[in-house]
């Protein structure tokens, strides 16, 4: 299984920029998807799951109400709709793919090791 992020680059204050991850090779169902984002000396965190299933979502407190996980499962593509961009949504963001009932544990960064694949990573530079 390969996932490829895409859709980064800079962005302004107040504005909106879409991040891509579409799945290749022998995934039959997506399951569970995630974003997390690192920010330069900082630790990982987790931006949004979508159990790809249902369409259920979870968001961090820190993009709430600004960003939208969805998901085509036709096209095995998950998509982050980021708006109202901060200067601190600066960060390189990551895909990654996990087994069923991982969003449950949202937040937990101790079952970060459960997601099995991850994508390279694409940077997101939101400019003030």
């Known amino acids: ?44 965190e987790g931006v949004s799951c979508i159990v790809t299933r249902d369409s259920s979502n979870y968001y961090s407190p820190s993009v709430t109400g600004r960003f939208t996980i969805s998901t ?4 095995k593509t998950v998509y982050l709709q980021m708006n109202s961009l901060k200067p601190e949504d600066t960060a390189v963001y990551y895909c990654a793919r996990g087994p069923p009932g991982l969003c449950n544990y949202f937040g937990d960064e101790i079952r970060e090791k459960d997601f099995d694949y991850w994508g390279q990573g694409t940077q997101v530079t939101v400019s003030s």
């Open 72 to 75: 085509d499962n036709a096209r």
């Open 1 to 44: 299984v390969q996932l490829q992020a895409s859709g980064g680059g800079l962005g302004q204050r107040g504005g909106s920029l879409t991040l891509s991850c579409a799945a290749s090779g022998s995934v039959y169902t997506l399951n569970t998807m995630s974003w997390y984002r690192q920010a330069p000396g900082k630790e990982r």
